[in-house]
């Protein structure tokens, strides 16, 4: 039998023919309508369908940047188009190779994922033992996530395992990176938290400060930091096994302006967002709301960002996370296949045009869009303060905004058994989805 790649459970003449069948999809699909409808038939399909996602996309897009008549006719538009395409493929009566050949192009991205991906599809970070906790002190919010700490049940269940735990059931803000201090002063040898990504940070800064094991409970909205670590988000209450039954993975945080995010900072478009006050009780209508201003004609953020030795002025949009996100992610909402890289992930966009925002959209090209890795990336501006999104909080700091990553910052105690983090599907290179298929043997 050949060796297996270095990683890989999966022979290589596995892969092999997975690439070979990625490569007889994607032949099928392109000769299927021409062998159906003849070269002519073909231009006009692919002139159709071109055309109509085209349109889709521009109505899209005038759709955020407009209000009032322009907002409902660019709305027509979006949702009309692909209706009079399909429409035009049932008259000619070539809707079902349509479908087929899409189908055929779905199976080659497909089987050419498979034979790119050179594991068995789950990212551990390195285990190392743990001892159960004598003193855990845990900050739960029962407002977060729709009231899943309350749903679940999560405060008696934890103060059964011994834990102390401290409700924010108040209706003024309260500063949970004192109450973990405090805790630690009082003999606390973990910490934790159960609720949304920006008070984790919070009091994950400060069990980094003391080199204390940090426990994530999945009980808030979006939940990224969990996910990230593999854990189960379905059922909050899962993630208390790792007070008894837990090991230790060490992860990177990130800093901006000396404060810490587990996630994400965010400058420019989206940073202006969450700093609405109607973000928070409306997420979906302030983001249609103040588009069109953020995104409209003569809108300029003013920043320049330097990464590394990279420079990039007037970004509209710049977003730095903690590890970078997956390839395919412009908008930091994907996932990080891993969080120990010690690695700054760093995405800008600069849209000069509708037409540019359009072809970003589709994806048809990467021309205003940076995606870059660093230890240290610098945002400025030609004014004293500029918002910033951290980990979904809406802040205001002094300019330049500077951030870092911190290596192996957190011990993050998690239960032993968990479903684990998904890898995010290798970027296709057909160039090397070649090479596998050919008939030369694999290093």
């Given at each position: 039998m050949p060796e297996a790649d270095a990683g890989s459970a999966r022979p290589p003449i596995a892969r092999q023919w997975w690439a070979r069948a990625a490569f007889a999809a994607a032949i099928a699909a392109a000769v299927l309508p021409l062998a159906v409808a003849g070269l002519l038939g073909l231009l006009t399909l692919l002139i159709a369908g071109t055309g109509g996602v085209a349109l889709s996309v521009a109505g899209t897009y005038w759709f955020l940047i407009n209000r009032g008549v322009l907002r409902v006719v660019s709305a027509a538009l979006a949702i009309s188009s692909p209706i009079v395409v399909v429409l035009l493929f049932v008259r000619e009566r070539q809707l079902w190779v349509v479908l087929v050949s899409g189908a055929l192009v779905a199976a080659a991205v497909a089987?050419?994922?498979?034979?790119?991906?050179?594991?068995?599809?789950?990212?551990?970070?390195?285990?190392?033992?743990?001892?159960?906790?004598?003193?855990?002190?845990?900050?739960?919010?029962?407002?977060?996530?729709?009231?899943?700490?309350?749903?679940?049940?999560?405060?008696?269940?934890?103060?059964?395992?011994?834990?102390?735990?401290?409700?924010?059931?108040?209706?003024?803000?309260?500063?949970?990176?004192?109450?973990?201090?405090?805790?630690?002063?009082?003999?606390?040898?973990?910490?934790?938290?159960?609720?949304?990504?920006?008070?984790?940070?919070?009091?994950?800064?400060?069990?980094?400060?003391?080199?204390?094991?940090?426990?994530?409970?999945?009980?808030?909205?979006?939940?990224?930091?969990?996910?990230?670590?593999?854990?189960?988000?379905?059922?909050?209450?899962?993630?208390?096994?790792?007070?008894?039954?837990?090991?230790?993975?060490?992860?990177?945080?990130?800093?901006?302006?000396?404060?810490?995010?587990?996630?994400?900072?965010?400058?420019?478009?989206?940073?202006?967002?969450?700093?609405?006050?109607?973000?928070?009780?409306?997420k979906t209508g302030t983001v249609l709301r103040l588009l069109p201003d953020l995104l409209g004609r003569g809108s300029d953020t003013g920043l320049r960002a330097r990464i590394g030795n990279v420079s990039v002025d007037g970004p509209q949009a710049v977003l730095v996370s903690n590890g970078p996100y997956a390839t395919g992610d412009l908008a930091g909402l994907g996932r990080r296949a891993r969080l120990d890289a010690g690695l700054l992930g760093v995405v800008t966009v600069t849209v000069a045009s509708t037409r540019q925002a359009v072809g970003l959209l589709r994806r048809a090209h990467d021309r205003g869009l940076v995606r870059l890795t660093a230890t240290e990336v610098v945002v400025d501006a030609d004014r004293a303060e500029i918002p910033v999104g951290v980990d979904g909080e809406s802040l205001r700091l002094e300019t330049p905004v500077r951030c870092a990553i911190l290596p192996g910052a957190l011990r993050v105690r998690v239960p032993r058994t968990r479903p684990g983090t998904r890898v995010p599907p290798p970027t296709l290179n057909w160039a090397r989805l070649r090479e596998l298929a050919g008939p030369r043997k694999f290093r």
């Open positions: 089987f050419a994922r498979r034979a790119l991906r050179n594991d068995g599809g789950q990212s551990r970070l390195p285990e190392f033992p743990a001892a159960p906790a004598r003193h855990p002190f845990l900050v739960m919010n029962p407002r977060s996530g729709g009231g899943k700490v309350l749903e679940f049940d999560l405060p008696r269940r934890a103060r059964e395992l011994g834990a102390e735990v401290a409700l924010l059931a108040g209706p003024h803000p309260i500063d949970v990176a004192a109450l973990a201090r405090r805790a630690v002063r009082r003999g606390a040898d973990l910490l934790g938290v159960a609720g949304g990504d920006g008070t984790q940070a919070s009091v994950a800064a400060v069990a980094a400060e003391h080199r204390l094991p940090f426990v994530v409970i999945g009980a808030g909205t979006r939940n990224h930091f969990a996910r990230d670590l593999g854990l189960d988000t379905t059922n909050p209450a899962a993630g208390l096994a790792a007070l008894r039954d837990g090991v230790e993975i060490l992860v990177d945080l990130g800093t901006v302006n000396g404060r810490t995010f587990v996630n994400n900072a965010s400058f420019g478009v989206y940073a202006e967002v969450v700093r609405s006050p109607q973000y928070r009780d409306d």
